[in-house]
């Protein structure tokens, strides 16, 4: 069973360039998690998506992100006209369904995507 | 909101001797946590969890945690450190009904051989 898959694994752009990240789910998992760790500094969550739904996305800045899960694909994280602080890893996690529709409570990471704007 | 908090930026250990890493937790309700590892350029690997029942919790490559609910510690432990466990350390607790994590800002743990 293959874990959580990201690619790519590394993305340079300019400044105002599109970000692309996408988050291939462990099978069998329909809950997907975005998480952000700037240098030095922990994990902040971004969003939690289950297919074709935003279920939280408080962790969201308010512009130029925007996040997707489609009912076929892999969960794509955008970043419009990117700027220098956005130089980040950007962590994929999955989990499993629960009854009830919640995600369970252990969240497994991808290896993450390491943006780098120039 | 949930928050967890690391104390230690560096935890240096000779191999052979006993490893703990810290963590204090701020929680209403009952809590979650997590530790998860990360090895230099990769994703967190989870290690274990409390949810509920014993306070000693075992998980993966031999570490282990204690949960205090007087002290609201969670902190992480291994008999006899390995240089391999040279990582960073995460403590975690799911903040909100959404299942969404916050992370302590990390421990850089170094194993001296």
């Known amino acids: 069973n293959a874990g959580v898959m990201q690619n790519p694994r590394h993305l340079v752009r300019r400044r105002g360039q599109e970000a692309r990240l996408r988050c291939s789910p462990m099978k069998g998992h329909s809950h997907v998690y975005w998480y952000r760790q700037l240098p030095e500094e922990g994990l902040k969550f971004m969003v939690y998506l289950q297919k074709e739904n935003i279920i939280d996305e408080s962790g969201m800045p308010k512009e130029r992100f925007s996040a997707e899960f489609p009912k076929e694909g892999p969960s794509i994280l955008r970043i419009q006209q990117v700027v220098r602080g956005d130089s980040a890893a950007y962590f994929c996690a999955s989990s499993p369904p629960r009854a009830g529709g919640r995600g369970t409570d252990t969240q497994y990471f991808g290896p993450g995507t390491r943006l780098t704007v120039l | 909101a949930q928050s967890v908090a690391q104390p230690e930026d560096q935890v240096n250990v000779a191999e052979g001797n006993p490893l703990t890493v810290k963590c204090t937790y701020s929680v209403s309700g009952n809590p979650y946590l997590f530790w998860y590892v990360q090895y230099p350029n990769r994703g967190l690997q989870f290690l274990l969890k409390?949810?509920?029942?014993?306070?000693l919790v075992k998980g993966s490559y031999g570490f282990e945690a204690e949960f205090n609910k007087s002290q609201t510690s969670f902190h992480l432990k291994k008999p006899s450190a390995l240089v391999s466990d040279s990582a960073l350390y995460f403590c975690a607790v799911r903040d909100g009904g959404n299942n969404r994590l916050a992370f302590g800002k990390g421990n850089q743990v170094v194993v001296i051989p």
């Open positions: 409390y949810i509920t029942g014993d306070n």
